[in-house]
């Protein structure tokens, strides 16, 4: 290419981008010329045309959009467009008391048009037109849409936290990655920052149809005195001149402003995201034949009255008639509900009949198959490779394969999630509805079916579309049915992480490894390590929820012990301290300082005399239940408050003190005095002293 043409091209697009950059101020600049700078007529009709076309252009933006942050800058352009009116305003109410007395024309051929055929040349008549356009456009449909744009902004607001909960469980569930996260994060940012500008832009349309009002008058009594006073006209000719190119000039800025009000409602009253306007209200609307038949009895009834025009509405009854019978002779879409069970076949037994248990299963209801075929939009299997997905990034080996499959003995919206043949969770869903969780603190009612979460047991409700965005508003998380059963298969998934690890999986581990360090795993794993130990190790750390993504720290951590020992329990012990900094981060995050749970010494004493010797006396089953009951009480109020519940022990107890309080508080973590990193302090909360406080 002639570089001299690349240049030019460059330079073009440069300046394109500035130009493209600078056109707000720009015409912000221009739009505040037009009050102070004399316009002639012919510009000024150019303008008025504009500002027409410019209103027909963003209420048919607003009636296409799908979504309200689809037109995202329409509070901007709202602020822009009554500007541009106001200043043609000025603009013409200088041309109409300077010229008015020269005709009707003085103002241009826009305003005329107005004055004369639209309201056929009769002030009076124009007054009319024009108060009932105001009381249109500032009554109904600014008063309404400033209503709604101020509810929506304070629903908008309080639902945030409710949403920003659902975009973390999907994160979590392994439905969503970290990018998209982040996106729908900004979303419901925008959205609140959106509602709460339109509440205030509304303002704008109420304060352009006052000043409508007062132009108005403005124009008649100073282009009546302008008019008999400087002019010499007399009264009624004065009246019917100025009067009349007053009511234009504001019919003119009148009917674009009336276009923007009702595009500011629309956008302000959209619900729903899947369709525009129209097809929402065709498919919504005209969907049901009872609807049309009844109308049609109606206003035949109507029709037959005497001294009602038969004609008419006879002819609608007819059509509204004829409609009902066309949508209730649609073939009804075929019912896939009804599954047949599969035909016996004929014939001996074989070892083909002998099916293998599944290592993890995921049976569903016949109502619930429609969510697992991609022909009717159903995506939960999509959805359980992002839960395989999220959990191998998270636990640090890759999962077996979920085997789902129909169960006709289930109830018809029943699930239900198995680990190696064993039921480990069951709960119902139903598509296409939502479950609304309340996660604390929520008091807003719903109408729906009750019911509770089925991974974490909150309460909760199950609602049907309708009811999604209020109860996104009252601080609900509300996710689908698809999202519900994901969620759930994953916190199963996290609970049983080490009966999923089989020797499978572990042998899978060790391959992969080997890619990466080939070296490392030889020396290890058989060699010093064999298979079933290495697998048990792991098995011990996910027991405690222990992530092993860190495999090399722990490869290299067994080549360090295993010459010393080969019980996998003391080995799991020695990897833990060398896992210590990820475990703690694992509990508490970023920060250094670590507000953990300290026994009485005295208990202590106890403990470590009867658990850490095996030779040594039993514990006490009082001291037992003591111990239990008394930790469970403290963990629930830690995390009352925010506050992760770690227990402190001595090394030679931990993993005792583990199992012993594994069932009762699941969420309780045990630390021992080693597996505190150099680079944190620990401050000592809650002890436990022998009795629940």
């Known amino acids: 290419m002639n570089p001299s043409i690349k240049a030019l091209q460059q330079w073009l697009s440069g300046n394109v981008s500035l130009l493209k950059g600078a056109a707000a101020p720009m015409l912000v600049v221009a739009i505040l010329g037009m009050m102070v700078l004399p316009l002639p007529t012919w510009l000024l009709d150019t303008f008025f045309t504009i500002n027409i076309a410019m209103a027909l252009m963003v209420m048919m933006v607003a009636a296409y959009m799908l ?9 901007a352009v709202l602020l822009l467009t009554t500007l541009m009116r106001l200043s043609l305003n000025v603009a013409s109410t200088r041309i109409v008391l300077l010229e008015g007395h020269t ?53 908008a607001l309080d639902a945030m936290p ?90 003119v800025a009148q009917i674009p402003g009336l276009l923007i009000s009702v ?22 609307m005209f969907v049901s034949p009872r609807a049309f038949g009844i109308t049609a009895a109606i206003m035949g009834i109507l029709g037959i009255i005497p001294g009602m025009p038969h004609v008419v509405f006879l002819g609608i009854s007819a059509a509204l008639g004829y409609t009902a019978w066309v949508l209730s002779h649609q073939p009804a879409p075929v019912d896939p509900d009804a599954l047949a069970p599969p035909p016996t076949p004929d014939g001996e037994a074989t070892w083909d009949d002998l099916q293998p248990v599944d290592q993890l299963g995921l049976e ?36 077996p394969a979920v085997h789902v499959r129909d169960n006709l003995e289930l109830r018809p919206s029943g699930y239900r999630i198995t680990l190696r043949g064993v039921i480990v969770g069951e709960g119902e869903a139903f598509p296409g509805m939502h479950l609304a969780i309340n996660p604390g603190g929520v008091t807003s009612p719903l109408i729906g079916t009750a019911t509770t979460d089925p991974a974490f047991g909150l309460p909760a409700h199950w609602i049907d579309d309708r009811q999604k965005e209020a109860a996104q508003m009252a601080g609900y998380t509300v996710v689908d049915s698809e999202t519900v059963m994901a969620t759930h298969l994953s916190h199963l998934m996290q609970v049983h992480a080490s009966k999923l690890l089989s020797r499978t999986e572990t042998q899978q581990l060790v391959e992969h490894v080997s890619k990466l360090a080939p070296k490392l795993i030889d020396e290890v794993v058989p060699k010093l390590v064999p ?26 951590s067994l080549a360090e012990h295993a010459s010393a020992t080969t019980d996998p329990a003391e080995l799991a012990r020695r990897v833990r301290v060398a896992l210590s900094p990820a475990i703690v981060q694992q509990i508490y995050g970023s920060t250094r300082e670590l507000n953990v749970i300290a026994i009485d010494p005295g208990l202590e004493r106890l403990l470590v005399q009867a658990l850490g010797n095996a030779m040594g006396p039993a514990l006490d089953p009082g001291v037992a239940d003591m111990l239990t009951r008394t930790a469970a009480s403290v963990a629930l109020k830690q995390e009352e408050i925010g506050i992760p519940a770690c227990l402190l022990v001595p090394d030679q107890i931990r993993s005792a003190i583990a199992r012993l309080l594994r069932r009762v508080a699941p969420r309780l973590q045990v630390l021992a005095h080693s597996e505190i990193p150099e680079t944190h302090t620990i401050r000592i909360g809650p002890i436990l002293r022998g009795a629940p406080s």
Do not use: C, W
Not at 67 to 74: C, E, G, K, Q, T
Not at 122 to 136: E, M
Not at 265 to 280: P, T, Y
Not at 546 to 555: A, E, K, L, N, P
């Open 364 to 399: 569903l209801g016949y109502r619930l198959i429609a969510l697992v075929d991609k022909n009717r939009q159903g995506d939960l299997l999509t959805r359980i490779k992002g839960v395989r997905r999220k959990f191998a990034q998270e636990v640090g080996f890759l999962p």
């Open 103 to 155: 005709g009707p024309g003085a103002a241009g051929a826009v305003i005329e048009a107005f004055g004369h055929f639209l309201v056929g040349g009769n002030f009076a008549v124009g007054l009319i037109v024009f108060s009932i356009l105001v009381v249109i456009n500032f009554v109904v449909v600014t008063k309404g849409a400033e209503r709604i744009a101020e509810v929506s902004a304070r629903f």
């Open 263 to 284: 595009a500011a409602a629309m956008v302000v009253s959209r619900v729903g995201k899947d369709h525009d306007l129209g097809r929402q209200i065709a498919q919504q």
């Open 67 to 75: 979504r309200p942050l689809d037109f995202a800058a329409f509070p």
């Open 531 to 556: 298979i079933a130990v290495f697998q048990k190790v792991l098995q011990l750390l996910l027991d405690e929820s222990v992530h092993i993504r860190d495999i090399r720290t722990i490869i290299e």
């Open 162 to 251: 409710g949403k920003q909960m659902a975009v973390d469980a999907d994160l979590n569930a392994g439905l969503i990655d970290e990018k998209e996260a982040r996106r729908r994060r900004a979303e419901v940012s925008e959205e609140a920052d959106f509602f709460g500008s339109m509440d205030g832009a509304s303002k704008f349309v109420r304060g352009d149809a006052v000043a409508g009002i007062l132009i108005l008058l403005i124009n008649i009594f100073g282009g009546f005195a302008i008019g008999m006073l400087q002019h010499g006209l007399s009264a009624s000719k004065a009246a019917d001149t100025y009067i009349l190119l007053a009511v234009g000039d504001a019919l």
